[in-house]
């Protein structure tokens, strides 16, 4: 007896990393089972296992009752007398029934019942591991891979993959060490399913709080993320200590940082840029690497309109809109991007918005040196932080110019063509190669 089944129980314990005492539990179970087929009783009944000598006993369990209302399971003092001595109402008398041959028919009989117990011991103790971990960064190990998911193995457990958790531009080979993240875990009848991704958010964040101690200790936050998988990421950060630069913290000395989390995604490019609650300042963050020259938000719709530069229309836009898509996903804001040249035909009222932004934001940090646009009024002049310049040709009237200032001369442009200099001081119209000294002021802000 003792080596059909505790030298069996001990090997399954050890092989399946089970605790021995469950799958002792579980041989109980299956040979009371067994016991009640063979000998066709509904009876309740224990199994006596004693592991130290190999032994086993069926035990019969009867209760001692006055009057009885179960046969099966109970018995009068009377009845009793003959199973036990001198019995007494509230006695539980157990009766030893073996069978002969009960321990060979039992350690085949028993073998499936045993296996199901096991299994569905694993899928407890698998689905109790995993519950509190979803969203949880994981180390894995890809065992297969075919066209419908991946299959990675998570500390003896598997996970599945699907194709819309993939990334695209990835391939996944067995025995591949990756991470993943945890996104789903499902209790159902054939076990706990563990879903795993590599293209959710999610796994942008985790990887930076495992490589940046400053936002896994909360001297930095990340107020959100915008991705598109395997191609680019943004990632807005704030501090929330003192003198800590998040975006610095983030990329880390000479970018080893920001290089590890990008290698780790095979090479996805990740713009770290900080956050403001400065909704326009936010926006014009989030449009990095390129630099708008004004932002007017319409509050009510969630719509902003930025201007930009001409010349940095290519990297507002991005390769095939991917930098102002990523922009909305970071911002939920709808991101309308002008040039001043597309400006003009598009309604009065958009260009003085723009303007009166711009005039209002002088001096705001989120205004770079560079071209800005102007309304030219009908009789020729613009407006320029509350001077007057002008007049303009005649041609230009009522159209969209771009200004600059430069060493204390604002020049006016139309096409990209220099077409008017004024001395910024005095509002005095210069030649336009007319050199003048007023000291100071670059950018038309």
């Known amino acids: 007896m003792k080596s059909d089944f505790y030298t069996a129980i001990a090997q399954i314990a050890a092989e399946r990393g089970i605790p021995k005492d469950a799958v002792i539990n579980s041989v109980e179970q299956a040979l009371k089972t067994v016991y009640k087929k063979m000998a066709n009783t509904e009876e309740d009944v224990e199994i006596d296992m004693d592991s130290s000598s190999g032994t086993m006993r069926v035990l019969v369990v009867k209760r001692v009752v006055d009057v009885v209302e179960d046969p099966i399971n109970e018995v009068t003092v009377e009845q009793a007398k003959s199973l036990a001595a001198h019995p007494v109402v509230g006695d539980v008398i157990k009766i030893e029934r073996t069978p002969d041959n009960f321990g060979r028919i039992a350690a085949q009989t028993a073998k499936q019942v045993v296996m199901q117990h096991l299994r569905n011991y694993e899928r407890d103790t698998v689905y109790e591991e995993f519950a509190d971990k979803k969203l949880e960064l994981m180390n894995g190990t890809v065992q297969r891979s075919d066209a419908r998911a991946v299959i990675v193995e998570l500390n003896k457990a598997e ?135 004004s932002v007017s938000l319409d509050e009510e719709n969630k719509v902003a309109t930025v201007i930009v530069p001409t010349e940095s229309m290519s990297l507002a836009i991005g390769k095939e809109g991917q930098n102002a898509r990523l922009a909305f996903k970071l911002t939920g804001w709808k991101i309308y991007i002008k040039d001043p040249a597309t400006l003009h035909g598009m309604g009065d009222d958009l260009l003085r918005q723009a303007a009166e932004y711009t005039e209002a934001q002088s001096g705001n940090e989120m205004l770079w040196s560079g071209r800005s646009p102007r309304q030219v009024k009908p009789d020729g002049t613009i407006e320029v932080r509350g001077k007057s310049y002008g007049p303009l040709d005649d041609s230009l009237a009522n159209l969209a110019v771009d200004v600059d200032l430069v060493d204390g001369v604002l020049e006016v442009f139309w096409n990209r063509d220099l077409r008017h200099r004024f001395n910024a001081e005095t509002g005095e119209e210069l030649g336009l190669d007319e050199p003048v000294n007023v000291g100071g002021a670059t950018g038309a802000e």
């Open 159 to 293: 996970a599945v993959m699907p194709a819309r958790e993939q990334v695209h531009n990835e391939r996944y080979r067995p025995g591949q060490r990756i991470k993943v993240l945890l996104v789903e875990v499902n209790k159902d009848e054939r076990g706990p399913q563990l879903i795993v991704s590599r293209s959710h958010p999610g796994l942008i964040q985790r990887l930076f709080e495992a490589e940046v101690p400053e936002i896994f200790s909360g001297a930095v936050e990340i107020k959100s993320i915008a991705r598109e998988p395997g191609l680019r990421s943004k990632v807005a950060v704030v501090a929330r200590q003192e003198k800590v630069d998040p975006v610095g913290a983030c990329v880390g000395v000479r970018g080893v940082r920001i290089q590890n989390i990008v290698n780790e995604l095979y090479g996805e490019k990740i713009d770290v840029i900080p956050w403001s609650p400065d909704t326009a300042q936010f926006i014009a963050n989030a449009l990095s690497p390129a630099k708008p020259s």
